[in-house]
Every structure is written in structure tokens, then in C-alpha cells.
């Protein structure tokens, strides 16, 4: 008789998720997940293409998570959620700026001022 064959135990290896992802826009893998711990929202963006988003960030997350999102929000299958703030009362009664009252400067016709303003002076 012989001796009792031993089972062999196989280990699974398990890969650690990755941390720079592809862009789905470029094609390159360059898009990375920036997250301080403790802060509500990640920043997901492509070094590349220099796309960027600012994802929510829940506390089961990780960044697979974010950078699913991320992809969902640039192909259009998601769109993105903006949350309206509540106007303080100090906000209501302040006056708004209209565009035609903001002055910008014609950066053309201020070198023709400048010499006028300098032929007067003399």
C-alpha cells in the first residue's frame, strides 16, 4: 500500500488595483486620482489631454470608483450633478453685475493713448 497523496493548496494572487487609468478621450494612460483624506470631493484628471472633473467623494470609495465616474461624465453616459446653493440673505439684496458695466480695457488703442497723452504733456 502506498502513503495518502496530499492535496496541493493553491495560492490566488490577487493584483492591487491600479492608479493611473486611460483616457477615454486620448487613448493614453495618463489619467490620475488626486484625494486628500478627509475632503469631500476628488479631482480626476488627464496629464495629457488635461481634462479634469470633480467627482464626489463617498467614504466607500477608492479609485476605481472615482475614475468610473470620471469616465461616465466625459463619454456622456452621466451626467454631471451640480448642487444649487441656497442664496444667503446678504446675497438677495446685493445688485448684480451686468456684462455691458464691466470695464475692459482696449489693449489696441492703448498704445495710441499713450502717445497722445505724451505729445500733450509736452
Not at 22 to 44: D, R
Not at 48 to 77: H, L
Amino acid at each position: 500500500m502506498g502513503r495518502r497523496r496530499r492535496k496541493i493548496v493553491k495560492k490566488k494572487i490577487i493584483k492591487p488595483p491600479p492608479k493611473i487609468f486611460l483616457c477615454p478621450i486620448c487613448s493614453v494612460e495618463a489619467v490620475t486620482v488626486l484625494h486628500q483624506k478627509g475632503e469631500e470631493y476628488a479631482e480626476v484628471f488627464c496629464a495629457n489631454c488635461k481634462t479634469k472633473v470633480k467627482i464626489r467623494w463617498y467614504p466607500a470609495y477608492s479609485e476605481v470608483d472615482a475614475y468610473s465616474e470620471f469616465y461616465d461624465i466625459v463619454t456622456g453616459k452621466k451626467k454631471i450633478e451640480i448642487a444649487a446653493e441656497a442664496p444667503t440673505p446678504n446675497q438677495e439684496n446685493t445688485p448684480s453685475i451686468e456684462e455691458e458695466s464691466v470695464h475692459t480695457p482696449d489693449y489696441n488703442n492703448l498704445e495710441e493713448t499713450e502717445e497722445e497723452q505724451f505729445n500733450n504733456e509736452s
